[in-house]
């Protein structure tokens, strides 16, 4: 998302009220990873003529919460929210509930997601579901190459904070613990905050202190990439990566075969859904939650299929 843009939702907002049927959407950050699902949300709302206020917190939890004190001083009729913070979760379900306002959750899965309430909700993809389905692809291709004994892998997670990091995170540990992969050594995790350069540094550090992973599981694809930089640099050759997201990027990583493995999360899917809740909730309809959006697989024989899809 380009500065101008940002900066006329922002002048659009400050400068004008609300008007009836308005949502306030809060998005974590304006990067790339993230377009997608700003997209789901803008096209569902112009296909329901709903009008948006959109604002980015640029990865900052007090400006998030500042966003939706603003858009409800604004009599917004409901608001979205790509959390930057899930622990911050519960702070902001009160805001909105003292204020009447109806909440909707989206992508990045709330800490307080069994205690929203009639007014709340959350749209987004069982993130289990995908360090499931990650770390399931990597054990099978590991056992394709004829390991079936100490194979070390290395967890790239996102951001501590947030629930989908510890979530990914967690089902990798669960698969490597399964009998059929308990083979798969986690030998080392940390944090590259969702970053690629930071993930690319990690794993520089990894490779000097002497690891020589049979795989690299990250928690999204920009840190899987990376990675992947970080393997070329080094001349390190023949380690599984994987990631999640699907992004237009990592598939090309994939269609070049450097990565093997990724996640395809339906961005569109999900910011449609949030749209579609909202505009539900404030007409004071009940509605399911979690609306689960679900993952599928990705790896090279089928990653043609998804080229068009983010």
């Keep these: 998302m380009n ?3 940002i900066l006329t939702a922002s002048l659009a907002f400050f400068g004008s009220t609300a008007f009836a049927g308005d949502i306030g959407v809060s998005i974590s950050h304006s990067d790339s990873n993230l377009a997608v699902l700003v997209k ?3 096209d569902r709302a112009a296909q329901s003529n709903q009008p948006l206020q959109i604002e980015f917190a640029e990865g900052d939890v007090n400006r998030q919460l500042s966003q939706v004190q603003n858009f409800i001083a604004a009599k ?3 608001i979205i929210v790509n959390t930057v913070e899930t622990s911050a979760t ?7 509930a003292d204020a009447g306002i109806p909440l909707v959750y ?15 909700a959350f749209v987004g993809s069982d993130e289990k579901v995908a360090g499931t389905l990650e770390a399931k692809e990597v ?3 590991l056992q394709e190459r004829g390991k079936s004994e100490a194979a070390d892998i290395l967890i790239i997670q996102g951001v501590l904070a947030n629930e989908t990091a510890v979530l990914r995170s967690q089902a990798v540990h669960e698969v490597a613990a399964m009998p059929e992969c308990n083979f798969m050594k986690i030998i080392d995790e940390q944090s590259a905050n969702w970053d690629p350069v930071k993930a690319q540094d990690l794993v520089t550090n990894w490779i000097t ?28 050759d023949g380690v599984i990566v994987a990631g999640v997201d699907a992004t237009k990027e990592a598939m090309q990583y994939m269609k070049n075969g450097d990565l093997q493995v990724t996640v395809f999360q339906d961005a569109i899917g999900q910011g449609a859904g949030s749209v579609d809740l909202a505009i539900k909730l404030a007409k004071g309809n009940r509605v399911e939650s979690p609306l689960w959006i679900p993952y599928e697989l990705v790896n090279p024989a089928n ?6 899809k983010n």
């Excluded at 519960?90 to 909105?96: G, M």
């Design 76 to 78: 917004v009729d409901a």
């Design 139 to 141: 054990c099978r291709l």
């Design 40 to 42: 789901g949300i803008k």
């Design 3 to 5: 500065r101008v843009i």
């Design 303 to 308: 990653v043609d299929t998804y080229l068009s």
């Design 209 to 236: 202190a002497g690891y020589k992973p049979a795989a690299i599981i990250s928690n999204n694809d920009e840190m899987a990439i990376g990675a992947i930089n970080s393997l070329k640099a080094s001349g390190l």
């Design 106 to 120: 989206v992508n990045n899965t709330p800490s307080d997601i069994h205690e929203l309430g009639t007014k709340a």
């Design 90 to 96: 519960p702070t902001v379900t009160k805001l909105a």
